[in-house]
């Protein structure tokens, strides 16, 4: 009976463990229109990052948590997208397909990651919140769309709504319905639903109109500024306060200077400007519809992320310098500050940039979205009905439509500036587990390992024991372990070898959380000196970098995850035969090390409700999995077995593998 109970555990285990495999399935070939190349991807990744957290993100993080410092919380937070973005970039080089993150997580770290990542992955576009995490959710952008076109015909919209819904209503709930907002998630709905090459030619006007403004409020912005206003006193707070009728719309003064709140409030912006750069990874959602998504997927991720941070630099310096940061007007940051420094006109100007890039970041967001869910529903982990793609169009019209309403009911009822950490939270679980899938799939062996190759690595340290028979068993396991850890004598990756780094990268992601945990809620103990927390701190520091320099020891995989060009290229590429995929995150293991890191003890900057929030969602998430997802998951019809190795699960059914 016990046995039977432990075959049933273990059988379950490994449903929830399995890895997807890539080999193309039943009239699956083409079925999305390839038709974007490297500057439609770029157009998408720059639209859909530079909405809400250009115009709206960064007099928000400026005049309450950083102050002028929030150029430097820009920095932070743009090294953390790029650390993901440059895995993101080879994963999405190696895997053209719709998904993104959900289907990196799925071909190597087993099912119910991947639907915990996609599950988050939908929570993040589904709200699109105001200042504080990502950029590429539909609910908030399309209320701070609403909000900005209201503040540009001096309030008459949310005036005439909460007149006509004056309701009590709870706090998480907006003060009115927003049916401006819903009716905008309808319209872009629409256009989608058009198909991508329609999609893609609207996303680029209104992005080129977005950057067009961008510039102009930059140049603009140094023009009207003053130093002085990096420099601020408790004198010029006293005298802002005199001079001002409605003292009420001042924030806090902090301590003055540039960084008035410190260096934890250079953190907490940094957090929450991490809401500023999540769009890029649309770049990777959109690989199953790239012209050659090997070049073009990590040439625009880059080019993208680059963009999206002069930006940002830029409009927060140019904000911060033009009028003091307690001035700031949180709702509608920058046409108010050209109005106070005498330049009313150009408000109208940036609100027009304002719509156009707020549009974009709903469209992309609304793309995204649809294609996650569409993925997700493909593999059976979500209701089959959502992967039904238009005859002529060749889109997801099922996964758009539904996606589309659920944001539209969002943004007509709930307040986004109390998701937006939530938001934030789940983008980050999910580019920490892309780079967590990088870090292990580089050490994976080759799946076409010969028998001799077994036999060798099954026997690699034979003489060594042969040469010691008075040496004990157990002396000897622990002897070729730690060989197999410090000196591995194989070159190129072996069973052994994979599942080291498995055990270590794991080990890392729990040590990098207690060190983060640390860091977050006891800066000042660390920092000061303090025997115990210091201690552990550097203990901790320690074993990670004793782990990683175990993981480097290890060979890695040296040749690169061929394609079928037939199977994955459109017909203008398959004439040039075989693609490789050539982009590789450089310096492993350290980068994805460090960018682990960042990505944690950022969501450690999270609130305790955030994570409360963070953990219903989830629940919900796994009560749709274990009730519908893992019994219908189209894995579920392989014979239940072991799950093969990662790099097995990628070689083996990758379209092309064969041919290499």
Known sequence: ?????????????????????????????????????????????????????????????????????????????ALSS??????????????????????????????????????????????MNVPSSVTAVAASVARAWSSAFDSLIRNHISQVFKETFSLHVPHFLAKYPDFFALSLVLLLMGVLVLGVRTSA?????????????????????????????WQLTEQDYKLATAGSNDTSRLGPLGSGGFAPFGFGGILRGAATCFYGFIGFDIIATAGEEAVNPQRSIPLGI???????????????????????????????????????????????????????????SLLGAMFSMSRVTFAMADDGLLFRGLAWLHARTRTPLVAIVASGTLAGIMALLF???DLVDLMCTGTLLAYSLVVFSVLVLRYQPEHNISKNDRTQDTTE????????????????????TLKCLCNPISTTPTLKSGQIVYGCAFLLVFLLTILSLLLA????????????????????????????????????????????????????????????????????????????????????????????????????GLAIYFGYGIRHSLEERRDPQLPASTSQTLHEHTPGAESS
């Open 302 to 360: 880059v080019i993208s992320l680059f963009v999206c941070f002069l930006a940002y630099f830029g409009v927060s310096a140019s904000l911060t310098l033009m009028l003091p940061y307690y001035q700031i007007r949180p709702d509608s940051p920058l046409p108010q500050a050209f109005l106070q420094v005498g330049w009313a006109p150009a408000g109208y100007i940036v609100a027009v940039g304002t719509l156009c890039g707020l549009l974009c």
């Open 461 to 480: 340290v034979d003489p060594e024991v042969k040469a010691s028979p008075l040496e004990s068993v157990p002396e000897g396991i622990i002897s070729r």
């Open 521 to 620: 809620l006891w800066p000042s103990q660390v920092f000061s000196g303090d025997p115990g927390f210091t201690a552990g701190a550097v203990l901790l520091l320690l074993l990670i970098a004793g782990i990683t320099v175990i993981i480097w020891r290890q060979p890695q995989n040296p040749s690169p995850l061929p394609f079928r060009v037939g199977d994955l290229m459109c017909p203008a590429v398959q004439a040039e035969g075989l693609k490789s995929a050539c982009f590789e995150v450089p310096a492993l293991p350290v980068l994805p090390v460090l960018s682990i890191f960042v990505n944690v003890y950022l969501m450690m900057q999270m609130s305790s409700v955030t994570w409360a929030q963070f953990g219903i969602w989830n629940a919900m």
């Open 201 to 229: 030619l609207v996303n680029k006007m209104f992005t080129g109109i977005n950057l067009l403004v961008l510039s102009f409020i930059i140049l603009t912005g140094f023009i009207k500024g003053d130093l002085h206003n």
């Open 82 to 127: 790029v650390l993901s973005g440059l895995c993101y970039a080879e994963f999405g080089a190696r895997v053209p397909c719709s998904g993104s993150a959900y289907l990196y997580s799925y071909v190597t770290v087993g099912q119910l990651c991947a639907f915990i990542t996609g599950w988050n992955l939908i929570l993040s576009y589904i709200i």
């Open 1 to 77: 009976m016990s046995r039977m109970l432990c075959q049933s555990i273990c059988l379950f285990g490994q449903k929830l463990v399995r890895r997807r495999s890539l080999e193309p399935r039943d009239g699956s070939e083409g079925r999305m229109a390839r038709c974007l190349n490297t500057l439609d991807l770029v157009s998408l990744g720059v639209g859909n990052t530079l909405g809400a957290g250009v115009y709206i993100l960064a007099g928000a993080v400026a005049r309450d948590i950083a102050g002028p410092s929030i150029v430097l919380c820009f920095l932070v937070a």
């Open 415 to 417: 307040k986004f500036s």
